[in-house]
């Protein structure tokens, strides 16, 4: 399963797990063990961001509670395995097995007390997890927005959305994943940065950056209301946060994860196919005041009753039942399926799922290395024993010294700037990040249709760049860097020319 980077990092890991005191050792396996599972994702974001929502659509099923139950309150990990099973994990170590619900979802009384829940464990048989684990996190903002405005009345300026409160166990949650998610639901303000770098510091044992963390705009269907397209408005949005936030996340994908989850969970029956198209049939003018609000829709005459108003809504909202309407307007013979497929386009998910895949399952041997390379280093910083400290140290820096692990010391490069630790400038650092994350050399160079004769070239070009900064332009912690850039791109331009 896992990939070459990892699999040095974790022959490592065994190699010297005997050689020092238990304590350290045990610590060392454990890191040796999750190099061998799928990459973790946490799911992040603010409350009701819709992250359990995004968690459905991406596993393909409808198992994370939404908007109620007490399930919401604890973090949810949700992996591969043999047989559905959801397993309460209390703080005390004690696991409760539970059935799934009679809809297949998570059940909405765990039997247990939130607060003495540690975490739940689902492994499910769906194949969308067998590369990825998604934990899924409770909200970040403070339930309780009078702590937000007493705060900021004593310290005088606005104190950033998710800083001060983040709920303990969701910070350790994301802490222990190799790659975040974060949802937002609104376009990203200068303190919603502030914001997003405090949550960095709280998970800091996570180093969340470019490299490993991915930014989701969500529900972009209530950005113009109604039944309105929302794409005009939110993929310009989701640029300009994309740029805004250039340290922190690879992207920002905006998605309707709403319509994702109904469309990739089957939730769309023939029976409400066939509600829809009874309700296209009404005249134009009635539909555009029945889609102007929620309560128009729950109230206004129309050929469906209440319990029908309401499902469609809690499966489409008011857009995803607008674009449904007009599908079947085009088209009064369109079949449930097709609508299905038409939904998920516009959702956004196709571009969500690409980009997942590009940045987080393809890199995932990377971001795994780079996320066992981190622990190692805090493990030989915070080890009491002089010597245990002395054998990691010495082991990792063997290890990154190997030419024939270049690709560990670029990582180990690109994370230190990708963290703050070293400062390039943001090409520079973007550049790096792309040698040190990918063995496509088109996508590094960023020439998707050069020979083989031009991508050497370029690469040549980079490493000579890189050299020059490493001598002139830089002081000497990005001196360091850059030679370990330029070396980077001459073995990039020497494997292209083999
Ligand atoms: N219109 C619309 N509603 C959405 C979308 N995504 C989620 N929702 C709704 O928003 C509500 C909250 O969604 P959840 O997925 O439970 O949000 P969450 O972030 O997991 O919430 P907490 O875990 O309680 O913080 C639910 O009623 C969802 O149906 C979306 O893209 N569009
Ligand atoms: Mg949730």
């Known amino acids: 399963m896992s990939g070459p980077l990892s699999s040095t990092v974790a022959t490592l890991c065994d190699e010297i797990a005997g050689k020092i005191g238990p304590e350290a050792g045990g610590q ?20 009701k961001a819709g992250k359990s929502t995004l968690v459905n659509a991406l596993i393909g099923r409808r198992v994370a509670p939404t908007a109620v139950g007490e399930c919401t309150r604890v973090v949810t990990r949700f992996r591969y395995g043999p047989a559905d099973r959801v397993d309460v994990v209390c703080r005390d170590g004690r696991r409760i097995s539970l059935p799934l619900d009679d809809d297949g979802m998570i059940p909405q009384r765990l039997g247990v007390p939130a607060t003495r829940v540690a975490y739940v464990d689902v492994t499910l048989t769906s194949e ?148 829809l198209r009874e309700l296209a049939e009404l005249p134009m003018e009635q539909l555009r005041v029945m889609l102007a609000s929620v309560d128009l829709f729950r109230t206004r005459p129309a050929p469906l009753d ?85 054998i990691l140290r010495d082991a990792v820096e063997r290890l990154l010294r190997d030419p024939a692990y270049h690709r560990l010391r670029l990582l180990d490069a690109a994370q230190r700037v990708a963290t703050g630790t070293v400062r390039l400038p943001a090409d520079w650092e973007a550049e790096l990040t792309r040698l040190a994350t990918s063995e496509d050399p088109r996508w590094i160079l960023r020439l998707p249709n050069a020979s083989a004769d031009e991508l050497a070239a370029a690469a040549r070009d980079a490493a000579n760049r890189w050299r020059v900064y490493a001598v002139a332009g830089a002081g000497p912690a990005q001196s360091r860097i850059a030679q370990v850039a330029h070396r980077g791109f001459h073995l990039l331009a020497q494997q292209v020319t083999r």
Do not use: C
């Open 306 to 390: 209440a319990a029908q108003r309401e499902r469609l809504l809690s499966l489409l909202d008011l857009y995803g039942i607008g674009f449904a309407l007009a599908q079947y307007a085009a088209d009064p013979q369109l079949s449930t399926g097709e609508l299905v497929r038409r939904l998920v386009a516009a959702s956004g998910f196709p571009r969500l799922r690409q980009t997942l895949q590009e940045s987080f399952r393809w890199r995932a041997d990377a971001i795994k290395a780079g996320w066992a390379l981190g622990r190692l280093e805090r493990l030989a910083g915070h080890t009491r024993d002089e010597k245990d400290r002395e």
């Open 128 to 275: 969308k997890l067998r590369d990825l684990t998604v934990v899924d996190t409770p909200g970040l903002a403070s339930t309780d927005t009078m702590v937000s405005a007493r705060a900021e009345e004593a310290v005088g300026v606005s104190t950033a959305p998710f800083d001060a409160d983040i709920d303990a166990d969701s910070a350790g949650e994301v802490a222990a994943a190799e790659a975040v998610v974060y949802v937002f639901t609104q376009a990203v303000r200068a303190d919603d940065v502030r914001a997003l770098d405090a949550f960095r510091d709280s998970s800091a044992r996570l180093a969340s950056s470019p490299i490993n963390a991915l930014g989701v705009f969500g529900k972009v269907d209530t950005l113009v209301g109604g039944p309105g397209d929302p794409w005009p408005v939110a993929g310009p949005l989701a640029e300009q946060q994309a740029g805004l936030l250039a340290r922190t996340v690879s992207d920002v994908v905006p998605v309707v994860a709403l319509l994702a989850e109904t469309a990739e969970a089957g939730r769309l029956t023939a029976a409400d196919g066939a509600a």
């Open 28 to 47: 060392l396996r454990q890191i040796g063990e999750r190099l061998g599972e799928p990459l973790r994702v946490a799911i992040a974001g603010r409350l």
